[in-house]
């Protein structure tokens, strides 16, 4: 079965345990959802690729996504108090790897309860997970480049669009809320196991119409697949939801 094996975390699998993020912004205070890097205005998807991957390249755990039309939000890892936070953010400030900043609580961010976006944000995750149709499998991947496993591309697909989301799919089934396979909704999470019954080894997400997109396995790619199907449908291990 494709996915991390039975009952094996995937790599890097530790939930976060922070409680505070450091971004940076206007320094203007003019849009304080817009986030700059020294240079410029991020409403350039290069500027936040390029802010994104400096601070990556620092050892962080940055990562960056849409925020209304030509706007990109940077998020710059999970911190156990705001203390932790501010201290990095003024450590990078004071580097001129990013302007201002400010800091935000996970709850700010949450994994589920996003009851002001609803169905638009559903559709950007389903969008989200199509644009990496295609890439290949890689065990550990989180990204585009170096490739996915099926808990990284949640993990990727999440993030991109604002969302916490635990690393490893463990985490990831329980951090949601269960739901039936008939009341399946556009962004909710299908998981399986290898053995029917057995330890859940994959996930994949939800883009309607019984349809799933997923990493499947080395020597794969991400793909579309039929929850209908005999395979899948034998495998089946629940689902969960993470927006209201």
Same mark, same amino acid.
């Given at each position: 079965?494709?996915? $991390? ?6 790599? $890097? =699998? ?55 039309? $030509?706007? *990109? ?27 201002? *900043? ?60 604002? !969302?916490?989301?635990?690393? =490893? !799919? ?18 909710? !999470? ?9 330890? !859940? ?6 883009? $309607? ?16 697949? =039929?929850?209908?199907?005999? *395979? ?13």
């Amino acid at each position: 079965m494709p996915g $991390g094996g039975p009952g094996r975390p995937f790599p $890097g =699998s530790s939930r976060p345990a922070g409680r505070a993020v450091a971004s940076s912004r206007d320094p203007h205070g003019r849009h304080p959802d817009r986030l700059h890097d020294p240079g410029g205005s991020l409403a350039v998807v290069d500027n936040a690729r390029r802010l994104t991957q400096a601070l990556n390249d620092k050892g962080l755990d940055a990562f960056y996504f849409p925020q209304g039309p $030509g706007l *990109y939000k940077v998020r710059i890892g999970d911190f156990p108090t705001r203390t932790a936070a501010e201290r990095e953010a003024k450590r990078l400030r004071a580097e001129a790897a990013i302007g201002d *900043y400010f800091i935000v609580r996970p709850e700010d961010y949450p994994v589920y309860g996003q009851t002001t976006l609803g169905r638009a944000l559903r559709e950007k995750l389903a969008t989200t997970a199509e644009s990496f149709i295609g890439v290949d499998y890689t065990w550990g991947g989180t990204t585009r480049n170096e490739g996915f496993d099926c808990s990284g591309l949640v993990l990727a697909v999440y993030r991109l669009n604002g !969302l916490s989301m635990p690393r =490893s !799919l463990t985490d990831q089934y329980k951090a949601g809320r269960p739901v039936s396979r008939g009341r399946l909704l556009v962004g909710d !999470l299908v998981f399986f196991s290898a053995s029917p019954g057995g330890a !859940l080894t994959h996930v994949g997400i939800c883009v $309607g119409k019984n349809a799933f997109i997923h990493a499947p396995g080395t020597g794969k790619q991400v793909r579309e697949d =039929s929850l209908d199907s005999a *395979y899948f449908r034998k495998h089946f291990s629940g689902a969960r939801t993470y927006l209201d």
